[in-house]
């Protein structure tokens, strides 16, 4: 299986400012790589896919890039209700798996 | 607007049987574009992808499962079925059902709100 290692595994940061998170794969996935948020007592919401393909509905402060083994999920502004855990998911091959998650805290 | 809903008992015995059902609204379970899968996340922890059916039957699962999985489809119903044997502690989780498009392996565009299933005597 493709290992997904998210760092931070934590961050702290206010509103406004911008916020970096990095996943590593395990080896070379493309450009196959999914992004996640998930809020305290709901189902994680798919944020952005290919790398850096946005939702229809996600605002554009969120950009994803990288490709091969490395990729960043950026918040360029953080809002109140950014605050929340990101996990990344490999969509290379089977099976799909999932980074541990970053959690997004208020400062 | 599609929604997923999970049904199913909270609490299980250890070394009993898990089931799960997922019933599909606002859409057709029989979409030859989707696959409809189970992720799991145990308390604290992060996500885990169980398996997915195809309406066709096509299922898949995770091999760290050890064949424990079972995934089933009813599409007159517009459902389907997770069965989960031989449980411990370890599957105590929040079990989640979920749509994917196009593969069984792409990215999960929509989710049910979770079930929490327990083991425990």
């Known amino acids: 299986d493709i290992q997904m290692t998210q760092s931070p595994s934590s961050v702290s940061a206010s509103v406004g400012d911008r916020v970096t998170i990095t996943c590593r794969a395990s080896q070379g996935i493309s450009t196959l790589l999914a992004w996640y948020q998930q809020r305290p007592g709901k189902a994680p919401k798919l944020l952005i896919q290919a790398a850096s393909k946005l939702q229809s509905g996600v605002p554009s402060r969120f950009s994803g890039s990288g490709s091969g083994t490395d990729f960043t999920l950026t918040i360029g502004s953080l809002q109140p209700e950014d605050f929340a855990t990101y996990y990344c998911?490999?969509?290379?091959?089977?099976?799909?798996?999932f980074g541990l998650g970053t959690k997004l805290a208020i400062k | 607007q599609l929604q997923l809903q999970e049904s199913g008992p909270g609490l299980v015995k250890p070394s009993e049987t898990l089931s799960l059902t997922c019933t599909v609204s606002?859409?057709?379970?029989?979409?030859?574009?989707?696959?409809w899968g189970w992720i799991r996340q145990p308390p604290g922890a992060g996500l885990e992808w169980i398996g997915s059916?195809?309406?066709?039957?096509?299922?898949y699962d995770n091999p760290s499962l050890r064949s424990r999985v079972t995934i089933s489809v009813d599409t007159s119903r517009n459902r389907f079925v997770l069965k989960l044997s031989s449980v411990t502690a370890a599957d105590t989780a929040l079990y989640y059902c979920?749509?994917?498009?196009?593969?069984?392996?792409?990215?999960?565009?929509?989710w049910g709100q979770g079930i929490l299933v327990t083991v425990s005597s």
């Open positions: 606002g859409g057709s379970i029989s979409s030859n574009s989707h696959y």
């Open positions: 059916v195809h309406y066709s039957g096509s299922t």
């Open positions: 998911q490999q969509t290379n091959s089977f099976p799909p798996t």
């Open positions: 979920a749509r994917q498009t196009l593969l069984v392996i792409s990215p999960i565009d929509y």
